[in-house]
């Protein structure tokens, strides 16, 4: 061990093994990894091995499919066997819901490459796992990719391989200490002290500790598993095969064959957290007691899925802990205000995860970017709300007794909720809303006509269609109310605000009392956001986006900090709220308010004005694309101001609405939204950001990428508007696009365009067949229905009702 290295992993688990292997492969060879004790001595020693293609998470999915892909290489280049089995894999649907949810996510699994799977009858399944009781099962999806490894096998692997390219490992000498220095960290170990400019938390399930280290509190915790191995299962014996990995989605196990017996793992529906706090330091190769009164309801439905588990005994009980973040994907990524400290913690399933953990943290590392949008994994998604003991108790619990338990769409769950509200919350609920979540806040989704109103969870058109339809009608035709807590606001300030905007933002700046949309980009030329910036002409700035990419995007902002010595960008999205007037008489709610002229306040305008008894910083703008009025308010001002908009709004037909009317009506402008049209994974020109771009500007970041695209042959595929011969289903995401029997795209959002009476969809396809007219096809909820390109904006293309 030297006292210097360029990085330091902490962990020799799957997940740490994983992170060291991919940064001497990308070529970091002065790199480091330190062990407790030894190589796999936290959760990895124990787990089942299997490795599995589905997850909900379709960016997710292609990482557990790289990971597939990978394991091979690593037996290869370290020569040492990880005990793979390719068995293929069964996922099994025991409900018509669920068996829908299949022919669905097997579609999204075509939309992201993923061919080697294909749907299976009950019959089918019975022959590829003969052991297997089909009785309830209405159908299963295939995947050639699926099986098992060795655990211990694959971790030496890694670490093998990661050696033969110049990386170290030292074992059996515990991390004590961090301390951050001016050009990295110190690392205070068993064994000496060393200094890096990289540090790694892969820590597992210790990770908690590990970032206690450097003043983190990750939102993470550990919760205990159980599997069994059986004994040798005579019929097994018999078959001159081995039997898939089978996940049994409604009997909340999932099998694989362990030599002549099977293993039998369950998610358990009473899950039991373990040291929430991270696991005792001594802690070795010890297992939990297992407790099969707590899993009996699961037990029993596992032996009648493998009845011949009946007859044989329990070879051993497995019961051990592994770490899980509150929605159950990984936590990686670079930590806000810790330079050079890095996540790759929480990793749930770390040997089907783990390498394209490590391949993404590695290039982020080295490059400053992962290839691809990893949002659905990084540390910043979540914010300081999400280190409260309870929230994380919460939230994992859910998720992990929720893992093999279908969620819809549409459905809302209860953990950790409410947590944030804005301050109008007991009076909107009181108005009949129904509430959503965004990074902790209580989100308006509609408002529903009756306290009995229960919303039936369902992948299809749900029945609050008609509530939503009502409340997209009445901002098309008169005026309607949008609590808008739920966008972020930054307040850019100090001398040199103004050239940090111009440096960080791809657009041209807005001018004194004016609002503009602004695309940020990365160095390569990537989306980093979709924000409107203002300027609000009393030397005051604001830039506005996603609520819940408050982190993600403080984080950016920092990281673009250096040569701009006085600028200071501070959050103020939970003390400034606000609401959203929309509609052709919103211009009138407020004339009733204010005795400014609100006609002199043009579109895409901002100001200062009195509303009511409050005075508001205003922006002339509407994602309805209606006559819009965007209204923030200091937080204690926000209830009261509600019931003055009310009031004023009463005979002008005012009502309000939430977003699921406002993810309709800006359906029908097919305005893009984050996540959706808008990610780190496409560049301005494919989703028409760059019509923002100030291409004259001297210089902003992503300049030269944005140049080079604009001056290449143009982006392989574009969003296009569809509109889709749907019938009492639309498009929600990830659904392939069809040309004849070609995929040639995906569709990226889609809803029901409730004012044009139209199933709409925005869709990423090949260029050449993005222009208006061309015949296409999408599959919805498996089906397949025609679909078409039209115009842009199927309402209001010129925009007269916004510039009104
Ligand atoms: C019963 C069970 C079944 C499972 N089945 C599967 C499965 O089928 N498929 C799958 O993909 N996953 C499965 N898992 C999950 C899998 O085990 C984990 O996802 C994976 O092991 C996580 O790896 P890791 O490297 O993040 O953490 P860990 O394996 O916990 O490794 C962390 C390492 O960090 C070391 N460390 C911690 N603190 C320090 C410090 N201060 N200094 C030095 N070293 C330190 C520890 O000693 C440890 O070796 C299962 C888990 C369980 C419990």
């Given at each position: 061990?030297?006292?210097?290295?360029?990085?330091?992993?902490?962990?020799g688990g799957v997940v740490g093994t994983s992170v060291l292997y991919h940064l001497a492969k990308f070529g970091w060879t002065d790199v480091l990894l330190i062990e407790r004790k030894v190589l796999t001595a936290g959760s990895s020693w124990h787990a089942a091995g299997g490795i599995h293609a589905l997850n909900a998470d379709p960016n997710i999915a292609s990482l557990q499919a790289y990971t597939i892909d990978l394991l091979t290489e690593i037996e290869k280049e370290s020569g040492q066997s990880i005990g793979l089995h390719m068995t293929g894999g069964i996922t099994l649907a025991g409900t018509p819901d669920r068996w829908e949810w299949l022919q669905s996510a097997y579609r999204t699994f075509q939309s992201i490459g993923i061919e080697d799977c294909r749907l299976i009858t009950p019959h089918e399944a019975k022959d590829l796992c003969p052991i297997m009781s089909t009785e309830g099962i209405l159908g299963g999806m295939w995947a050639d990719r699926e099986g098992y490894v060795d655990t211990t096998g694959t971790v030496h692997a890694y670490a093998g391989?990661?050696?033969?390219?110049?990386?170290?490992?030292?074992?059996?000498?515990?991390?004590?200490?961090?301390?951050?220095?001016?050009?990295?960290?110190?690392?205070?170990?068993?064994?000496?002290?060393?200094?890096?400019?990289?540090?790694?938390?892969?820590?597992?399930?210790?990770?908690?500790?590990?970032?206690?280290?450097?003043?983190?509190?990750?939102?993470?915790?550990?919760?205990?598993?159980?599997?069994?191995?059986?004994?040798?299962?005579?019929?097994?014996?018999?078959?001159?095969?081995?039997?898939?990995?089978?996940?049994?989605?409604?009997?909340?196990?999932?099998?694989?064959?362990?030599?002549?017996?099977?293993?039998?793992?369950?998610?358990?529906?009473?899950?039991?957290?373990?040291?929430?706090?991270?696991?005792?330091?001594?802690?070795?190769?010890?297992?939990?007691?297992?407790?099969?009164?707590?899993?009996?309801?699961?037990?029993?439905?596992?032996?009648?899925?493998?009845?011949?588990?009946?007859?044989?005994?329990?070879?051993?009980?497995?019961?051990?802990?592994?770490?899980?973040?509150?929605?159950?994907?990984?936590?990686?990524?670079?930590?806000?205000?810790?330079?050079?400290?890095?996540?790759?913690?929480?990793?749930?399933?770390?040997?089907?995860?783990?390498?394209?953990?490590?391949?993404?943290?590695?290039?982020?590392?080295?490059?400053?970017?992962?290839?691809?949008?990893?949002?659905?994994?990084?540390?910043?998604?979540?914010?300081?709300?999400?280190?409260?003991?309870?929230?994380?108790?919460?939230?994992?619990?859910?998720?992990?007794?929720?893992?093999?338990?279908?969620?819809?769409?549409?459905?809302?769950?209860?953990?950790?909720?409410?947590?944030?509200?804005?301050?109008?919350?007991?009076?909107?609920?009181?108005?009949?809303?129904?509430?959503?979540?965004?990074?902790?806040?209580?989100?308006?989704?509609?408002?529903?006509?009756?306290?009995?109103?229960?919303?039936?969870?369902?992948?299809?058109?749900?029945?609050?269609?008609?509530?939503?339809?009502?409340?997209?009608?009445?901002?098309?035709?008169?005026?309607?109310?949008?609590?808008?807590?739920?966008?972020?606001?930054?307040?850019?300030?100090?001398?040199?605000?103004?050239?940090?905007?111009?440096?960080?933002?791809?657009?041209?700046?807005?001018?004194?009392?004016?609002?503009?949309?602004?695309?940020?980009?990365?160095?390569?030329?990537?989306?980093?956001?979709?924000?409107?910036?203002?300027?609000?002409?009393?030397?005051?700035?604001?830039?506005?986006?996603?609520?819940?990419?408050?982190?993600?995007?403080?984080?950016?902002?920092?990281?673009?900090?250096?040569?701009?010595?006085?600028?200071?960008?501070?959050?103020?999205?939970?003390?400034?709220?606000?609401?959203?007037?929309?509609?052709?008489?919103?211009?009138?709610?407020?004339?009733?308010?204010?005795?400014?002229?609100?006609?002199?306040?043009?579109?895409?305008?901002?100001?200062?004005?009195?509303?009511?008894?409050?005075?508001?910083?205003?922006?002339?703008?509407?994602?309805?694309?209606?006559?819009?009025?965007?209204?923030?308010?200091?937080?204690?001002?926000?209830?009261?101001?509600?019931?003055?908009?009310?009031?004023?709004?009463?005979?002008?037909?005012?009502?309000?609405?939430?977003?699921?009317?406002?993810?309709?009506?800006?359906?029908?402008?097919?305005?893009?939204?984050?996540?959706?049209?808008?990610?780190?994974?496409?560049?301005?020109?494919?989703?028409?950001?760059?019509?923002?771009?100030?291409?004259?500007?001297?210089?902003?970041?992503?300049?030269?990428?944005?140049?080079?695209?604009?001056?290449?042959?143009?982006?392989?595929?574009?969003?296009?508007?569809?509109?889709?011969?749907?019938?009492?289903?639309?498009?929600?995401?990830?659904?392939?696009?069809?040309?004849?029997?070609?995929?040639?795209?995906?569709?990226?959002?889609?809803?029901?365009?409730?004012?044009?009476?139209?199933?709409?969809?925005?869709?990423?396809?090949?260029?050449?067949?993005?222009?208006?007219?061309?015949?296409?096809?999408?599959?919805?909820?498996?089906?397949?229905?025609?679909?078409?390109?039209?115009?842009?904006?199927?309402?209001?293309?010129?925009?007269?009702?916004?510039?009104?």
């Amino acid at each position: 061990m030297k006292s210097h290295y360029q990085a330091v992993v902490i962990g020799g688990g799957v997940v740490g093994t994983s992170v060291l292997y991919h940064l001497a492969k990308f070529g970091w060879t002065d790199v480091l990894l330190i062990e407790r004790k030894v190589l796999t001595a936290g959760s990895s020693w124990h787990a089942a091995g299997g490795i599995h293609a589905l997850n909900a998470d379709p960016n997710i999915a292609s990482l557990q499919a790289y990971t597939i892909d990978l394991l091979t290489e690593i037996e290869k280049e370290s020569g040492q066997s990880i005990g793979l089995h390719m068995t293929g894999g069964i996922t099994l649907a025991g409900t018509p819901d669920r068996w829908e949810w299949l022919q669905s996510a097997y579609r999204t699994f075509q939309s992201i490459g993923i061919e080697d799977c294909r749907l299976i009858t009950p019959h089918e399944a019975k022959d590829l796992c003969p052991i297997m009781s089909t009785e309830g099962i209405l159908g299963g999806m295939w995947a050639d990719r699926e099986g098992y490894v060795d655990t211990t096998g694959t971790v030496h692997a890694y670490a093998g391989a990661a050696k033969k390219r110049g990386a170290q490992i030292v074992e059996n000498n515990r991390v004590l200490e961090l301390n951050q220095t001016a050009d990295g960290w110190e690392v205070v170990t068993e064994k000496g002290t060393i200094q890096t400019e990289h540090v790694v938390n892969a820590a597992g399930l210790w990770a908690k500790q590990v970032g206690r280290m450097a003043g983190i509190e990750l939102p993470l915790s550990p919760l205990n598993h159980h599997y069994l191995i059986s004994d040798t299962i005579p019929e097994l014996e018999k078959l001159d095969f081995e039997v898939p990995m089978t996940v049994d989605l409604e009997g909340f196990t999932y099998m694989r064959q362990d030599q002549k017996g099977i293993l039998l793992g369950i998610y358990e529906i009473d899950h039991e957290h373990w040291n929430v706090d991270g696991a005792p330091w001594d802690y070795g190769f010890e297992l939990q007691q297992q407790d099969p009164d707590r899993i009996e309801k699961e037990l029993i439905l596992g032996f009648e899925r493998y009845p011949a588990l009946q007859e044989v005994g329990v070879k051993t009980w497995v019961n051990g802990a592994f770490t899980f973040s509150p929605d159950g994907n990984p936590l990686v990524g670079p930590v806000r205000g810790k330079p050079g400290y890095w996540c790759a913690c929480a990793v749930m399933a770390g040997f089907l995860q783990g390498g394209g953990v490590g391949k993404s943290l590695a290039e982020w590392m080295i490059h400053g970017e992962p290839e691809t949008d990893v949002f659905g994994m990084d540390v910043a998604r979540y914010g300081d709300y999400a280190q409260n003991k309870r929230f994380i108790k919460e939230t994992t619990g859910q998720f992990y007794s929720r893992r093999f338990v279908m969620t819809y769409p549409n459905e809302q769950l209860p953990a950790g909720r409410p947590l944030k509200m804005a301050p109008a919350y007991a009076d909107m609920t009181a108005a009949g809303c129904r509430w959503g979540v965004s990074y902790g806040l209580e989100t308006p989704l509609y408002f529903a006509p009756s306290e009995d109103f229960v919303e039936t969870p369902t992948l299809k058109r749900s029945n609050a269609f008609e509530i939503v339809a009502a409340e997209c009608r009445n901002v098309r035709e008169n005026v309607g109310l949008l609590d808008i807590s739920g966008f972020s606001r930054f307040a850019v300030a100090g001398a040199e605000a103004e050239a940090w905007l111009d440096h960080v933002l791809a657009s041209k700046l807005p001018a004194p009392g004016r609002a503009r949309l602004a695309p940020m980009l990365s160095a390569e030329g990537k989306l980093k956001g979709d924000l409107t910036v203002f300027n609000w002409g009393d030397g005051t700035w604001w830039i506005m986006g996603s609520y819940y990419l408050r982190d993600w995007h403080l984080r950016w902002f920092h990281d673009h900090m250096a040569g701009f010595a006085d600028v200071i960008v501070s959050d103020i999205s939970d003390a400034t709220v606000g609401f959203s007037l929309s509609g052709p008489n919103s211009r009138k709610v407020l004339e009733k308010l204010t005795d400014q002229d609100m006609t002199a306040l043009p579109f895409m305008g901002c100001g200062t004005f009195d509303i009511g008894l409050y005075r508001c910083k205003v922006g002339r703008l509407s994602v309805a694309g209606e006559l819009g009025y965007e209204i923030h308010c200091a937080s204690s001002e926000h209830a009261g101001l509600r019931k003055e908009l009310l009031a004023a709004g009463q005979d002008l037909g005012i009502g309000e609405y939430g977003f699921n009317a406002l993810l309709s009506l800006r359906l029908e402008k097919s305005f893009g939204i984050w996540s959706a049209e808008f990610t780190q994974a496409y560049t301005a020109a494919q989703t028409g950001m760059d019509r923002w771009i100030a291409w004259d500007k001297s210089d902003f970041v992503g300049k030269t990428a944005a140049i080079t695209e604009r001056d290449g042959n143009g982006p392989a595929q574009k969003v296009v508007t569809l509109q889709v011969d749907a019938d009492g289903a639309d498009a929600s995401g990830f659904e392939p696009v069809w040309k004849n029997d070609n995929r040639v795209g995906f569709v990226t959002s889609g809803g029901y365009g409730h004012t044009t009476g139209k199933s709409l969809a925005m869709a990423m396809v090949d260029a050449d067949l993005a222009d208006v007219g061309t015949d296409l096809s999408v599959h919805i909820v498996g089906v397949a229905r025609a679909a078409k390109v039209i115009a842009p904006s199927p309402y209001d293309p010129e925009g007269m009702a916004m510039r009104g």
